[in-house]
Protein backbone atom coordinates (compact mmCIF):
# COMPACT_ATOMS: atom_id res chain seq x y z
CA UNK A 1 0.00 0.00 0.00
CA UNK A 2 2.67 2.67 1.15
CA UNK A 3 4.48 1.77 -2.10
CA UNK A 4 1.99 2.45 -4.44
CA UNK A 5 1.36 5.66 -3.06
CA UNK A 6 5.33 6.73 -2.92
CA UNK A 7 4.40 6.75 -6.61
CA UNK A 8 2.47 9.15 -8.96
CA UNK A 9 0.14 6.76 -10.94
CA UNK A 10 -3.36 7.49 -12.55
CA UNK A 11 -4.85 5.07 -10.42
CA UNK A 12 -3.65 6.17 -6.87
CA UNK A 13 -6.55 8.94 -6.94
CA UNK A 14 -9.09 6.17 -6.70
CA UNK A 15 -6.49 3.90 -4.44
CA UNK A 16 -7.19 7.23 -1.97
CA UNK A 17 -11.07 6.70 -2.25
CA UNK A 18 -11.11 2.94 -1.13
CA UNK A 19 -8.13 4.19 1.38
CA UNK A 20 -10.68 6.44 2.32
CA UNK A 21 -13.52 4.09 2.76
CA UNK A 22 -11.64 1.43 5.03
CA UNK A 23 -10.30 4.16 7.00
CA UNK A 24 -13.92 5.87 7.57
CA UNK A 25 -15.88 3.08 8.06
CA UNK A 26 -17.83 3.83 10.89
CA UNK A 27 -19.04 7.10 9.32
CA UNK A 28 -20.79 4.37 6.96
CA UNK A 29 -22.48 1.75 9.28
CA UNK A 30 -23.18 4.55 12.09
CA UNK A 31 -23.64 7.77 10.62
CA UNK A 32 -24.33 10.60 12.60
CA UNK A 33 -26.37 13.93 11.78
CA UNK A 34 -24.36 16.94 12.51
CA UNK A 35 -26.42 19.49 14.82
CA UNK A 36 -26.56 23.13 13.91
CA UNK A 37 -25.76 24.56 17.45
CA UNK A 38 -25.77 28.08 19.21
CA UNK A 39 -22.44 29.74 17.78
CA UNK A 40 -22.62 28.09 14.94
CA UNK A 41 -21.81 30.40 11.16
CA UNK A 42 -24.69 31.00 9.92
CA UNK A 43 -23.97 29.75 6.02
CA UNK A 44 -23.59 26.38 7.95
CA UNK A 45 -26.92 26.45 9.07
CA UNK A 46 -28.29 26.82 6.03
CA UNK A 47 -25.44 24.31 4.46
CA UNK A 48 -27.34 21.92 7.22
CA UNK A 49 -31.11 23.08 6.27
CA UNK A 50 -30.15 22.22 2.19
CA UNK A 51 -28.57 18.94 3.23
CA UNK A 52 -31.18 17.74 5.37
CA UNK A 53 -34.02 18.32 2.53
CA UNK A 54 -31.50 16.32 0.06
CA UNK A 55 -30.95 13.08 2.59
CA UNK A 56 -34.07 13.63 4.71
CA UNK A 57 -33.64 10.49 7.26
CA UNK A 58 -30.85 8.62 5.22
CA UNK A 59 -28.31 9.19 8.01
CA UNK A 60 -25.71 7.10 5.74
CA UNK A 61 -25.90 10.19 3.20
CA UNK A 62 -24.56 12.43 5.48
CA UNK A 63 -21.44 9.92 6.21
CA UNK A 64 -21.16 9.86 2.18
CA UNK A 65 -20.66 13.41 2.12
CA UNK A 66 -18.36 13.72 4.62
CA UNK A 67 -15.95 11.21 3.22
CA UNK A 68 -16.14 12.90 -0.03
CA UNK A 69 -15.33 16.23 1.28
CA UNK A 70 -12.35 15.05 3.22
CA UNK A 71 -11.00 12.68 0.09
CA UNK A 72 -11.63 15.98 -1.95
CA UNK A 73 -9.47 17.99 0.50
CA UNK A 74 -6.71 15.28 0.62
CA UNK A 75 -6.67 15.31 -3.23
CA UNK A 76 -6.26 19.12 -3.05
CA UNK A 77 -3.57 18.91 -0.13
CA UNK A 78 -1.51 16.25 -2.56
CA UNK A 79 -1.75 18.43 -5.67
CA UNK A 80 -0.08 21.47 -3.59
CA UNK A 81 2.44 18.76 -2.51
CA UNK A 82 3.10 17.56 -6.31
CA UNK A 83 2.35 21.18 -7.94
CA UNK A 84 5.28 22.88 -6.13
CA UNK A 85 7.15 19.90 -6.20
CA UNK A 86 7.61 19.55 -2.23
CA UNK A 87 9.46 16.25 -2.71
CA UNK A 88 11.78 14.97 -5.34
CA UNK A 89 9.59 13.13 -6.79
CA UNK A 90 5.47 13.55 -7.25
CA UNK A 91 3.73 10.97 -4.58
CA UNK A 92 0.16 10.15 -2.96
CA UNK A 93 1.53 10.44 0.16
CA UNK A 94 0.43 13.91 0.94
CA UNK A 95 -3.23 12.69 0.68
CA UNK A 96 -2.24 9.48 2.21
CA UNK A 97 -1.51 11.39 5.25
CA UNK A 98 -4.45 13.17 5.28
CA UNK A 99 -6.83 10.75 5.38
CA UNK A 100 -4.99 8.82 8.11
CA UNK A 101 -4.87 11.77 10.37
CA UNK A 102 -8.29 12.67 10.45
CA UNK A 103 -9.42 9.27 11.17
CA UNK A 104 -7.89 8.98 14.55
CA UNK A 105 -9.93 11.59 16.76
CA UNK A 106 -13.65 10.99 17.72
CA UNK A 107 -14.68 14.30 17.24
CA UNK A 108 -13.58 14.67 13.38
CA UNK A 109 -16.24 11.15 12.77
CA UNK A 110 -19.10 14.16 12.39
CA UNK A 111 -19.41 16.89 9.71
CA UNK A 112 -18.88 20.49 11.10
CA UNK A 113 -18.19 23.70 10.22
CA UNK A 114 -14.29 23.61 10.90
CA UNK A 115 -14.17 20.69 8.29
CA UNK A 116 -16.68 22.42 5.82
CA UNK A 117 -14.22 25.45 6.24
CA UNK A 118 -10.79 23.85 5.53
CA UNK A 119 -11.76 23.14 1.89
CA UNK A 120 -11.00 26.75 1.71
CA UNK A 121 -8.31 27.73 3.53
CA UNK A 122 -6.64 24.59 1.40
CA UNK A 123 -7.87 26.05 -1.86
CA UNK A 124 -6.36 29.86 0.20
CA UNK A 125 -3.32 27.64 0.44
CA UNK A 126 -2.90 26.47 -2.81
CA UNK A 127 -3.40 30.02 -4.56
CA UNK A 128 -0.75 31.46 -2.07
CA UNK A 129 1.73 28.94 -3.23
CA UNK A 130 1.39 30.23 -7.28
CA UNK A 131 1.64 34.00 -6.13
CA UNK A 132 5.47 33.98 -6.52
CA UNK A 133 5.08 33.34 -10.36
CA UNK A 134 2.94 36.23 -10.92
CA UNK A 135 3.58 39.34 -12.17
CA UNK A 136 0.04 40.61 -12.28
CA UNK A 137 -1.75 38.46 -9.17
CA UNK A 138 -4.81 41.17 -8.79
CA UNK A 139 -6.95 38.35 -9.93
CA UNK A 140 -5.75 35.83 -7.71
CA UNK A 141 -5.56 38.20 -4.69
CA UNK A 142 -8.92 39.25 -4.88
CA UNK A 143 -9.66 34.91 -5.17
CA UNK A 144 -7.54 34.74 -1.94
CA UNK A 145 -9.39 37.15 0.30
CA UNK A 146 -12.82 35.77 -1.70
CA UNK A 147 -12.17 32.32 -0.51
CA UNK A 148 -10.80 33.37 3.14
CA UNK A 149 -14.48 35.43 3.43
CA UNK A 150 -16.26 32.31 2.43
CA UNK A 151 -14.43 30.47 4.93
CA UNK A 152 -15.36 32.63 7.64
CA UNK A 153 -18.92 32.63 6.74
CA UNK A 154 -18.85 28.88 7.71
CA UNK A 155 -16.77 29.39 10.67
CA UNK A 156 -15.53 33.01 11.84
CA UNK A 157 -12.01 32.13 13.84
CA UNK A 158 -10.87 31.45 9.93
CA UNK A 159 -10.20 34.91 10.16
CA UNK A 160 -6.99 34.72 11.28
CA UNK A 161 -5.54 33.33 8.24
CA UNK A 162 -5.50 37.06 7.13
CA UNK A 163 -2.06 37.09 8.80
CA UNK A 164 -1.03 33.91 6.67
CA UNK A 165 -1.99 35.76 3.44
CA UNK A 166 -0.05 38.80 4.50
CA UNK A 167 2.92 37.09 6.11
CA UNK A 168 2.99 35.07 2.67
CA UNK A 169 2.92 38.30 0.62
CA UNK A 170 5.52 39.96 2.40
CA UNK A 171 7.89 36.79 2.08
CA UNK A 172 7.09 35.96 -1.43
CA UNK A 173 6.22 39.70 -2.73
CA UNK A 174 7.74 43.37 -2.78
CA UNK A 175 5.13 45.25 -0.81
CA UNK A 176 2.42 47.25 -2.45
CA UNK A 177 -0.45 48.33 -0.62
CA UNK A 178 -2.95 48.22 -3.07
CA UNK A 179 -2.24 44.22 -3.51
CA UNK A 180 -3.57 44.21 0.10
CA UNK A 181 -6.50 45.94 -0.23
CA UNK A 182 -7.51 43.99 -2.94
CA UNK A 183 -7.53 41.17 -0.61
CA UNK A 184 -9.33 42.96 2.40
CA UNK A 185 -12.21 43.73 -0.97
CA UNK A 186 -12.14 39.94 -1.91
CA UNK A 187 -12.90 38.90 1.92
CA UNK A 188 -15.85 41.42 2.53
CA UNK A 189 -17.53 40.44 -1.28
CA UNK A 190 -19.30 37.66 0.83
CA UNK A 191 -20.56 39.45 3.54
CA UNK A 192 -21.47 42.14 0.75
CA UNK A 193 -24.09 39.49 -0.61
CA UNK A 194 -24.91 37.82 2.53
CA UNK A 195 -26.14 40.87 3.91
CA UNK A 196 -27.49 42.33 0.98
CA UNK A 197 -29.32 38.80 0.72
CA UNK A 198 -30.68 38.82 4.34
CA UNK A 199 -31.92 42.47 4.18
CA UNK A 200 -34.14 41.50 0.75
CA UNK A 201 -35.73 38.94 2.77
CA UNK A 202 -36.53 41.36 5.92
CA UNK A 203 -34.41 38.52 7.88
CA UNK A 204 -32.40 39.94 11.13
CA UNK A 205 -28.69 40.74 9.98
CA UNK A 206 -27.34 39.96 13.48
CA UNK A 207 -27.12 36.38 12.08
CA UNK A 208 -23.67 37.30 10.34
CA UNK A 209 -22.48 38.66 13.61
CA UNK A 210 -18.90 37.12 14.62
CA UNK A 211 -19.41 34.59 17.55
CA UNK A 212 -15.34 34.52 18.51
CA UNK A 213 -14.03 33.84 22.38
CA UNK A 214 -11.16 34.21 23.90
CA UNK A 215 -10.20 30.84 25.89
CA UNK A 216 -7.36 28.38 26.62
CA UNK A 217 -7.91 24.61 25.52
CA UNK A 218 -8.78 21.78 27.75
CA UNK A 219 -9.12 18.76 25.71
CA UNK A 220 -9.73 15.60 27.23
CA UNK A 221 -8.54 12.58 24.99
CA UNK A 222 -8.86 8.59 25.37
CA UNK A 223 -6.04 6.42 25.66
CA UNK A 224 -6.14 5.33 22.28
CA UNK A 225 -6.33 8.88 21.05
CA UNK A 226 -3.70 9.95 22.51
CA UNK A 227 -1.33 7.26 21.47
CA UNK A 228 -2.43 8.06 18.05
CA UNK A 229 -1.38 11.83 18.41
CA UNK A 230 2.05 10.94 20.20
CA UNK A 231 2.77 8.97 16.50
CA UNK A 232 1.68 11.99 14.61
CA UNK A 233 3.58 13.83 16.42
CA UNK A 234 6.54 11.90 15.82
CA UNK A 235 6.08 11.31 12.31
CA UNK A 236 5.80 15.08 11.58
CA UNK A 237 8.89 15.84 13.64
CA UNK A 238 11.03 12.77 11.12
CA UNK A 239 9.03 14.11 8.29
CA UNK A 240 10.59 17.52 9.55
CA UNK A 241 13.85 16.43 9.55
CA UNK A 242 13.82 14.58 6.06
CA UNK A 243 12.69 17.91 4.77
CA UNK A 244 15.40 20.43 6.23
CA UNK A 245 18.19 17.83 5.29
CA UNK A 246 16.53 17.70 1.79
CA UNK A 247 15.61 21.71 1.30
CA UNK A 248 18.74 22.71 -0.52
CA UNK A 249 18.08 20.13 -3.27
CA UNK A 250 14.32 22.17 -3.98
CA UNK A 251 14.12 24.94 -5.88
CA UNK A 252 13.63 28.01 -5.03
CA UNK A 253 10.01 28.06 -5.35
CA UNK A 254 9.54 24.85 -3.16
CA UNK A 255 11.37 26.21 -0.46
CA UNK A 256 8.90 29.17 -0.32
CA UNK A 257 6.04 26.89 -0.46
CA UNK A 258 7.19 25.15 2.28
CA UNK A 259 7.84 28.26 4.19
CA UNK A 260 3.99 28.94 3.42
CA UNK A 261 2.96 25.46 5.05
CA UNK A 262 5.22 25.90 8.17
CA UNK A 263 3.28 29.20 8.41
CA UNK A 264 0.02 27.84 7.57
CA UNK A 265 0.95 25.52 10.46
CA UNK A 266 1.28 27.88 13.42
CA UNK A 267 -1.09 30.49 12.23
CA UNK A 268 -3.44 26.98 12.61
CA UNK A 269 -2.18 26.70 16.30
CA UNK A 270 -3.75 30.24 17.13
CA UNK A 271 -7.49 28.91 16.21
CA UNK A 272 -8.28 26.78 19.38
CA UNK A 273 -7.72 29.95 21.45
CA UNK A 274 -10.45 31.86 19.58
CA UNK A 275 -13.59 30.07 20.52
CA UNK A 276 -15.75 29.91 23.59
CA UNK A 277 -15.34 26.19 24.57
CA UNK A 278 -12.77 23.55 23.93
CA UNK A 279 -12.70 20.65 21.53
CA UNK A 280 -10.15 18.60 19.35
CA UNK A 281 -12.24 20.04 16.21
CA UNK A 282 -10.56 23.59 16.80
CA UNK A 283 -6.82 21.44 15.56
CA UNK A 284 -8.31 20.31 12.55
CA UNK A 285 -6.41 22.95 9.94
CA UNK A 286 -3.26 22.27 11.89
CA UNK A 287 -3.83 18.67 10.25
CA UNK A 288 -3.62 20.50 6.45
CA UNK A 289 0.17 21.21 7.43
CA UNK A 290 1.14 18.21 9.17
CA UNK A 291 -0.15 15.66 6.22
CA UNK A 292 2.76 18.07 4.07
CA UNK A 293 5.41 17.71 6.84
CA UNK A 294 4.64 14.03 7.78
CA UNK A 295 4.22 13.07 4.23
CA UNK A 296 8.12 13.48 4.29
CA UNK A 297 8.88 10.36 6.87
CA UNK A 298 7.04 8.38 4.23
CA UNK A 299 8.83 9.54 1.05
CA UNK A 300 12.50 10.08 2.18
CA UNK A 301 13.58 7.07 4.69
CA UNK A 302 15.98 4.50 2.95
CA UNK A 303 14.95 2.33 5.68
CA UNK A 304 11.10 0.94 5.42
CA UNK A 305 10.94 -0.13 8.95
CA UNK A 306 9.70 3.93 10.22
CA UNK A 307 7.13 4.80 7.55
CA UNK A 308 5.52 0.98 7.80
CA UNK A 309 5.35 0.80 11.88
CA UNK A 310 3.96 4.25 11.73
CA UNK A 311 1.43 3.73 8.95
CA UNK A 312 0.03 0.56 10.61
CA UNK A 313 -0.26 1.49 13.89
CA UNK A 314 -2.11 4.69 12.90
CA UNK A 315 -4.17 2.72 10.85
CA UNK A 316 -5.20 0.08 13.24
CA UNK A 317 -5.51 2.62 16.13
CA UNK A 318 -8.46 4.20 13.64
CA UNK A 319 -10.03 0.80 13.24
CA UNK A 320 -9.82 0.61 17.74
CA UNK A 321 -10.91 4.33 17.92
CA UNK A 322 -13.99 3.57 15.25
CA UNK A 323 -15.50 0.94 17.29
CA UNK A 324 -14.71 2.79 20.48
CA UNK A 325 -17.24 5.45 18.58
CA UNK A 326 -20.18 2.72 17.80
CA UNK A 327 -20.46 2.14 21.34
CA UNK A 328 -20.56 5.84 22.61
Known sequence: MLGNFKTNL??????LLIYALFLKWTLLLHPTVPVFVD????????????????????????????????????????????????????????????????????????LNPVIIAATFLILVLAKLSKLQNLNDAGKTLF???????????????????????FLSLLITRAFKLPEWVIIILGLLTPYYFACSILFLMKADLHLLYPHLGISLPQIRLTRYELTALIIIFITASVGFAFVQNNMRKLLVQSRKSWTNIYLFLIVSLIIPFLNYNSSLIFYFPAIIS????????????????????AHWSLFILSAIIGYYFTLH
Open 10 to 15: PFNSFS
Open 39 to 110: GDAYLYHQLLLILKSWFGDFKIMYGVFTILLLYTQALLINNIANNQKLFSKPNHLTGMCYLLFTSVFQSWFV
Open 143 to 165: NLGLLLGLSVLFYFPSLVYLLLI
Open 290 to 309: LSVIAAGAFHFPGRKWFPVV
